[in-house]
């Protein structure tokens, strides 16, 4: 069984630019939740998709937005960059949206100029 | 909007002491409670789940319990060893699907 993938693993950006961070469920698995961790701190909830539709989206600029794909992978974009963007981004499958244990990968460092 | 908090932020202990990391929540309407560990710059590496009807969870050395009444769990680790050492995290799932985490506790096992 594959475990949660994401791609890819740093990233260096400049502000104003835009970036794709991508993450394959584990196998099984129908709904990606998105997370970003600053240093020192908690993850933060970005937003969740299931079966290809946002389910969820905390407190985050519509900057940030998601896809999800008929295979239940998913994408992070990031519009507009700005240096607080700087993070750990990390992505959790899980079997269903409720009530199951979330399975992390190992986030895709962003640094932004 | 649900706050979890973990106390210690930090704990440092000798090789084979038994151990207990609190965390707390403000909303007891919760699916249910995940604990993980991440080691440095790492994902997060899921421990345990105790969904909400339940009152405790045990995988080998570990122990997790939920008191949704009083809004706390607690990780508790036997016989600690160097390799547990990285930062322990609780969440707590609510509606809107979101897990709500802590700040994490950083644990380190002194040989």
């Known amino acids: 069984e594959t475990g949660v993938t994401q791609s890819p693993t740093h990233l260096i950006k400049t502000r104003g630019q835009q970036v794709t961070l991508r993450c394959s469920s584990q196998s099984g698995h129908n709904t990606v939740s998105w997370y970003q961790q600053a240093l020192g701190q908690g993850p933060q909830f970005i937003f969740q998709y299931y079966r290809e539709e946002e389910n969820g989206r905390g407190n985050v600029p519509p900057r940030f937005s998601g896809l999800q794909f008929p295979n239940y992978s998913s994408e992070l974009n990031v519009n507009a960059l700005e240096l607080d963007d700087s993070a750990l981004y990390l992505c959790?499958?899980?079997?269903?949206?409720?009530?199951?244990?979330?399975?992390f990968g190992p986030g895709t460092r962003l640094t932004v100029l | 909007k649900q706050e979890v908090t973990q106390i210690p932020a930090a704990l440092s202990v000798p090789e084979g002491e038994n151990l207990v990391l609190n965390c707390s929540f403000t909303d007891s309407a919760i699916y249910n409670l995940q604990w993980f560990r991440q080691d440095p710059g790492k994902g997060l590496t899921s421990l345990l789940l105790i969904q909400s009807s339940q009152r405790e969870q045990t995988s080998g050395r570990l122990n997790a319990s939920l008191d949704k009444s009083s809004g706390r769990s607690t990780l508790y680790i036997a016989a600690s060893q160097p390799g547990d050492s990285a930062t322990y995290l609780c969440?707590?799932?609510?509606?809107?699907?979101?897990?709500?985490f802590g700040t994490g506790t950083s644990l380190t096992v002194i040989p």
């Open positions: 959790a499958s899980s079997k269903e949206p409720t009530g199951n244990e979330q399975f």
């Open positions: 969440a707590a799932q609510n509606t809107g699907n979101q897990f709500y």
